[in-house]
Structure formats: C-alpha cells, structure tokens
C-alpha cells in the first residue's frame, strides 16, 4: 500500500503458468463516511510465452487478483510494520529538542461576510480547515519563507510555532467542539543548528481519523514506531526501534500520531501529501534548522519517527583546527641505549596526536628546519578537490625545502575513525608520523557502545641508525636495505629491548571499563601482529570505516592500515602485555624477528606501578602464520548493505611484484649487490614507477606543462603469464617511465590487484591516495575473471585505503573516480615504492566547479 508521493521497489517472479494477469490499484479509505474513488484501475501482466501473447488474442479475460477492502487498516499496519533497514542505523540519540505536534482537521465558522449557501458548504454551514499545535498554516504571498529569512525581512513570519499544542485533550478521542477551530498564521518553530529533535506526531479525531501520507522538504528520517491510540512517553518509548528502523522520506501516517527528530537546515516544509490537506493549511515550517515532520490527521493510533540528516547536511558548526608543524632535528630521541639526532614534529616522537569531528576543518602550517626536504602525507582523507594538500613528493606537490613553509589546508568530508599522518618523502617517515582521529560531528554516536577510554596505539619499526642513510645506501649499492634494530608502541620498545624498559608505553584501564585501541601500522616495510594477554578484542572499525563487530584475539595491519577495535577490562586486576611482531610473507628474505610491548596496567591492580612483577605475555602466530591473516582479512565487513558500483566502466588488471636489473656496464661491481650481481626493483604492469624532480605531477597536470609524464599506463599486463608460477627470468627486468593512468570523472572502477612470485611472493600493503574502495574479494594464486567473480561481495564488503594483497595472491577493489586530479597508487613497504611499486591514477575535471580540482594555493612550494 502507498499513499500519495510514496514510492516501493518490489521484485515478481515469473513463475506461474504462462498467460495473462491482471495487475490492479484501487482505494484505501480510512476517513469515515467521507466520499471516495471507488473505482479499480489495471494493467496486464502478460508472459511472452504464452499462447494468447503469441496470437495478440484479447478475447480471454486475464485473471483478476483480489484486493483488500477499501477500510483494510489492518492489512496497512501489517504492511508498514514489516519495514525495517538491511543494518543496523546510526539513530540520533541524547535529545536537544523534545516536541509534541497534534495534527488533524478543523471546521471554521462561516464568515460574518461569506455567503453561506456558496462560501460556507463545509458540514453544517462551516469551511474545512486543518493544523498543527491548533496552527493553521498560512502561505505568504509576496516573497517565499527562505528569501525573508535570508534577507532579514520584517514581517513576513513569526519563530513562535508552540512546540506543544496550546491545551492537552483526549485527542483520539470525543474532541470538545470549541477546538475545531484553528488560529490562523504563519509561524515556524527556530531551531539552534545541531539541534537533535524527537518529534511525537499525534494525531486527532477532530472531525474525522484518516490515514496521511506526511512529506518532508529536504530529509529522510527514520520512522521508529507508531501504535494506535494517544501517546503515552512512560510507556511508548519502550516501544522504539533505534537498531534498524526504516528511512524514509515520505510516511503514510494513519490515525493519531507523534514523532522524533534531530534536524538542521535552513526552511524546509512538511505537509500532508494529499491536495487538499495542503490546501487547508496542514503544514508547518521550521526555521533556520529546520524539522518538520507531520502527522497524519485524525484517527486513533500514534507514529513516533526520527528523522536523521541526510548525510550531506551538517548536524552542526564545524570547526576550522589551526596547527603549526616544525620539522627538526632532535637530539633528545634516546633508543636502544643510544640517543639518536632523529627528525621529528615540533620535538616529539611520535608526532603530535591530531582529533577532530567529521565535517571540519584542518589547517596545518609546516614549517621545515630540518636538512631534509620534507611533505607531509594525511594517509586516507579523501582530499575532495583538494590534491594539493595530499602531500606526497613530486605527485601533488614539491618539497618543503629547509628552511620553507607549507599549510595544508583540507576538509573531512564523511569520514570518521582513525587515520594518520606521515612524512611522504624518501623514509623521514620512520620518525616523523602522528594519529589523526575523526570524532563523529556533534550531536551522532558510535555505531556501538561509547567507550570510557580511547587510546592511540602506534606500531613503528626503529632503526639505530638515520634512516635516510639507510635507504640510501640500499639505492647506492642496488641491494635490500638493512633490517630495523626493534618495533615500536607508541614510540618505545618495550621492555623486552636493551635499555628500554623504563619508558615501556602504558596503557591504562580498569575492571568494568572499554578501552577503545586505535592501532595504526606506522611501521616502513613491516606487517605486523597485534595481540594483549587475556583478553579477546572486538574489532569495530578500519582505515576510518565502520565495520560489522566480530571477536578475535589477534589482528594483523599491513603498513598504512589501521583498526579500532574495544577491548574489556573483564580480567583479574593486573598486568598484561600488548606485544607485536612480524608478519613475514616472503620466502627466505631476512626480516626484524623482536617483539615490541606494552602494558595494559588495570588501575586497581595491587602491584604498584614501580613492582618488577613481569606483565602476562600473550601468544603470537608464527611469523608466517598466513592462515591466520586470511581468517581475519576475511571476517572483515561493512556494518550494513553497502552501494558497490557496478556496470564496470574501467574493468583493470594490475600484475605486480619485485623484479632485478641487470647491472649496468657502467656500475661497479658494489653498485649491483642484488641476487647474482644484479639491482632490486619493482614494477606494476611491469611498469617501474620513476617520480619526476623538477615538477610535481599534479602541477604538470594543472598547468598544462608537456613531457613530465604520459597517459599510457597498462590496462593489463603486456605480457600474460602464469604470475604466481615459476616466471620466465626475462619478466624479470621492468621498463621504466612515469606513466599514469587516465580516467574519465566519475567512471566505474574495478581494479583486480595480482601479485606475482617474481623474485619472492610476498603481501603487499597496496594503498589509493584520494579515495577509499570496496575490496570485494581476495584469493590465491592467479585470479580467473569466469571463476572468480562467484567469490564477489557485493553486498557488505569492508571499506579501505589500503588493501593488503595476500602472498601469491590478488584482491578486488571498486571505487568511483569522483575526485578529480592525480591519485597515486603504491605498495606501504617504503623499500617497495623506492623501487618502483607505484603507478598513479589521473582523473579528469569534471563539469563545472564542483567536479573540478581547485586552484592551487599561493604558498605551494615550487621544485
């Protein structure tokens, strides 16, 4: 059933016996004794096998199905009780704005001056009228409600809609005569912007129940019960759906109702959806942030409803966060019993901690004092249009030369969770990275239970040496570089390390409480295992998307990635060890085999702070432990039924992995201490990606500057081969180039990601600078395009930035190339992308301003 302006999608099989059916609409009436269309109108469902279809015969009636009779309500309650969302819904709770709006019919005396028998012919000489809070809405004639807002015109409405009906009555029930008469007006009801409002929709009796389809201006909400009757708030409330409630736009609202909802706008109007209850002034505006939502007139029975923002509507101010970065040296970073001349920001290792809520503002100044040149990288904000404060070196921008300045200037649109911060030139991000929360905006809530504490926890991988040398030496010699010396939490090493145990990362808790982890893998080149003794954690959210909760007593993050997960204080008071280590895919390739912890430190416990009772220690997977990487990577799912783009406009096939170059004649033999004489590199499509140095590519792309790179980047491999089998040594050596890939605005992506075991098979932290994806399936050995696709997940998959490739293996990522300019795509294994395990994405301007990347800033550093 659907009232007037409400739509319904519903599937039919075809799967009765070929022929001709009668599809058929006619009336629901709920209004008593009033008159009514009773008619039945019908179209033909005809089944092109069937034999009358063959002959185009009209002479055989078509089978009528039977309708319900036209005052069914019981049938309609049914119906709308049967909705409900495919996920669970993030529902506004903690109310700012609690409103009671009775709805329903009037009757008018006739006018001293209508003539009776021509302008009074409502029921015993009166005219139909109809409000809300006994407030008959009036339309202004001379400018619109939004206009006279805008402009500040006197006069033109009043902000003192009641927000509870002037006098309480029985209001399903035998209504007194002297309320049939509304107050005439054009009154909104003003709303602080982020105000979270519950309005109860009642219904009235006054001159007739009826069931009213009720239409909101420029929202959806959730509709979070409804019951028949006057609304009760002691009793009612226990009756409110807010896990999975249906969101809606337009509610066929039957009989007495109420209704729930937190709102911000400007002017938006809710009326009835029939004709003539908008002709007699059932309607009523909310002003500034504006919520309306309306109740069906006269019956018996409530509705409460909530109505939430469309996810493009801000519930409230963001906020512009200012922030200066020095980059420096500084000499006060004692590791491993050294103290180290270590790069870091604004003298703190690691970085400063930045929080935010969805919907602000970032302004960062980074000022460089260090020898390096310097970028930095926001890993997995999205950038809209803003490439130039993505950060990574000669792709969006040049260096912050020493001595020069950069602010990056971004908004976060939609996204909340945990994010990060890094260094995005040669390996300054070995010391220089920091968290980057996104709070929900004001006035929404976790999609689970708030938790009493939230603590960052930072996976690093330390060396005991600078890292720039380290890096460099790998590209003088064309070897692997030298292994770190210890991992990290939060910056130590723990106490399992020489000279570390004093300054062991605590992490406080108690018996009772949730702790909420935010774990980041800010390690260069090394995947890694999380676990804490004792105790399970529920993994809930990852690269700054929610996820459907699932237990496990270990996760593992590929460089760049990261997870939320709660963990329960729900153990003996005591202490325990949060520990990682490596996860080593590569075959027979020297890897960091320490452990670095913590301590999860209950405040109740009996031993003191200072006791040298040792912590329990947990159970870590083997180094090599890919089952258990591939249960968990597996258990990762989109809370909800998600909108995967499909009819494919870019269908890709990327095949990466290492490779090795043959010494050049030129080079010395120490210059070539790769396998067999020979230098490491690494390619995707056998392309090995070559960052230009005299101009960033974004600017290239802006400016129209030629010969800094090309648009023809493999679709495909140009060689098939059997790419986790033994490979042929001559696809061993990739082709060198700066080559992008170009993508129309807006195009349908699908990428499949296939690793190779050239060299060594090994998992590959893949990440997408500028966008987030659906990873929708993943698998080992070489994916088949017939076999595969049954693996598709198309209905819930997690969304990342940053996909881990399994070992020997391939995944699937889709997304939709809906911001414009060039998008670089590279493996997190730092050693990877010196090598060449990159290529980049650039996407077209689209139409108009919108779809286009804004200019660029004043202070953008020049190479």
């Known amino acids: 059933m659907l009232g007037p302006g409400q739509t319904t999608d519903v599937l039919i099989s075809g799967d009765q016996s070929p022929s001709r059916y009668y599809m058929a609409a006619r009336a629901y009436q709920s209004a008593q004794n009033a008159p009514f269309d009773n008619t039945t109108t019908t179209a033909i469902l005809e089944y092109k096998s069937s034999t009358c279809a063959a002959k185009n015969c009209s002479s055989n009636k078509p089978l009528m199905p039977p309708l319900p009779a036209y005052n069914d309500t019981a049938t309609v309650t049914t119906f709308t009780k049967s909705f409900r969302s495919t996920g669970k819904n993030f529902v506004p709770t903690d109310i700012d704005e609690n409103l009671f709006f009775t709805i329903g019919l009037g009757l008018n005396p006739c006018p001293p001056n209508f003539n009776k028998s021509s302008q009074c012919q409502g029921p015993n000489g009166t005219r139909f009228t109809a409000s809300m809070n006994n407030v008959s809405f009036v339309l202004p004639s001379n400018f619109s409600l939004l206009q006279a807002h805008h402009q500040r015109i006197q006069g033109v409405f009043t902000t003192d809609f009641p927000a509870n009906p002037p006098r309480k009555f029985d209001y399903t029930g035998n209504v007194s005569r002297s309320l049939f008469s509304p107050v005439a007006g054009t009154k909104l009801y003003r709303l602080k912007y982020g105000s979270r409002v519950q309005i109860v929709l009642q219904d009235t009796s006054i001159v007739t129940p ?69 002709e007699w002034s059932w309607r009523i505006a909310v002003h500034r942030v504006i919520n309306s939502i309306f109740a069906n007139r006269h019956c018996s029975f409530f509705l409460a409803v909530l109505l939430l923002l469309a996810s493009t509507m801000s519930l409230a101010i963001a906020e512009i966060h200012h922030h200066d970065f020095v980059v420096c040296s500084s000499n006060k970073v004692k590791r491993l019993c050294k103290t180290h001349n270590s790069i870091t920001v604004n003298g703190m290792f690691p970085g ?13 100044k980074v000022v460089n004092k260090a020898r390096y040149n310097v970028t930095i990288h926001w890993h997995g904000i999205r950038q809209m249009r803003t490439g130039w404060a993505d950060g990574p070196e000669f792709v969006t921008q040049c260096p912050i030369r020493p001595g020069g300045s950069y602010t990056y200037r971004f908004t976060i649109e939609g996204q909340e969770g945990t ?230 406009d870019e269908n ?39 960052f230009p140095s005299d101009v960033a590519l974004l600017q290239a792309y802006h400016h129209k500057i030629p010969g800094i790179y090309t648009t023809d980047f493999p679709a495909s491999p140009p060689v098939k081969f059997d790419y986790t089998g033994n490979v042929s040594r001559s696809l061993y050596q990739p082709v060198p180039g700066t080559k992008l890939y170009r993508l129309n605005y807006g195009s349908r992506v699908q990428v499949v990601l296939q690793g190779t075991s050239i060299v060594t098979p090994e998992n590959h932290p893949i990440h997408l600078h500028g966008y987030d994806f659906y990873i929708i399936a993943e698998g080992f050995g070489n994916f088949n395009p017939e076999t595969h696709k049954s693996k598709f997940n198309l209905v819930d998959p997690p969304m990342r930035n940053t996909v881990a490739v399994p070992a020997n293996g391939w995944a699937v990522i889709r997304f939709v190339a809906d911001n414009p300019g060039v998008w670089l795509m590279h493996c997190h294994l730092d050693v990877h992308i010196t090598w060449g395990l990159a290529m980049a994405f650039l996407v077209d301007n689209g139409i108009g301003e919108l779809q286009s990347v804004e200019p660029p800033p004043a202070d953008l550093p020049i190479c």
Request: glycine share 8%; net charge neutral; charged share 15%.
């Open 210 to 278: 009826e069931n009213h389809p009720i239409h909101l201006h420029g929202y959806d909400f959730y509709i979070i019960a409804q019951g028949f009757g006057n609304y009760n708030p002691r009793t009612d409330p226990s009756n409110f759906n807010l896990v999975d409630p249906h969101l809606s736009e337009t509610r066929l609202q039957c009989l007495c109702l109420a209704n729930a909802l937190p709102l911000g706008c400007s002017h938006h109007l809710g009326s009835c959806h029939g004709f003539l209850g908008r």
């Open 352 to 364: 400063p901690t930045l929080e935010v809520k969805n919907g602000d503002t970032l302004v960062v």
């Open 652 to 690: 890709l096939f990327f095949a990466f992995g290492l490779g090795l170059n043959n010494c050049p004649k030129n080079f010395r033999a120490r210059r070539c201490q790769g396998p067999n004489g020979t230098r490491f590199t690494a390619s995707m499509n056998n392309v090995s990606f070559v």
């Open 419 to 648: 994010l990060w911060w890094h260094a995005h030139s040669s390996w300054l991000r070995a010391t220089v990275y920091g968290a980057l929360i996104i709070h929900p905006r004001e006035g929404s809530s976790y999609p689970f239970a708030k938790p009493k504490r939230e603590t960052p926890i930072l996976l690093g991988e330390w060396w005991d040496a600078n890292p720039i040398d380290v890096v460099r030496q790998s590209t003088r010699t064309g070897a692997a570089p030298n292994i770190s010396d210890a991992y990290t939490i939060n910056g130590q090493p723990g106490d399992l390390y020489n000279c570390s145990s004093e300054d062991t990362a605590i992490v406080p808790i108690d018996f009772g409480e949730s702790n909420l982890l935010r774990v980041i893998n800010a390690a260069l080149n090394q995947p890694l295992f999380f676990t804490v003794a004792n105790h399970k954690f529920t993994v809930v959210g990852a690269d700054a998307s929610y996820l459907k909760p699932f237990t496990t007593s270990v996760i593992m993050l590929g460089p760049g990635q990261t997870t939320d997960v709660l963990i329960s204080g729900d153990q003996l008071p005591g202490r325990y060890y949060m520990a990682a280590r490596a996860y080593q895919s590569a075959q027979n390739a020297p890897f960091d085999n320490t452990t670095t912890t913590a301590i999860l430190e209950y405040k109740s416990a009996l031993c003191p702070a200072q006791c040298t009772t040792k912590p329990s220690m947990p159970q870590l997977p083997a180094y090599n432990d890919t089952a258990t990487v591939t249960a968990f990577s597996g258990s990762l799912k989109s809370p909800r039924k998600v909108e995967v783009p499909t009819d494919i």
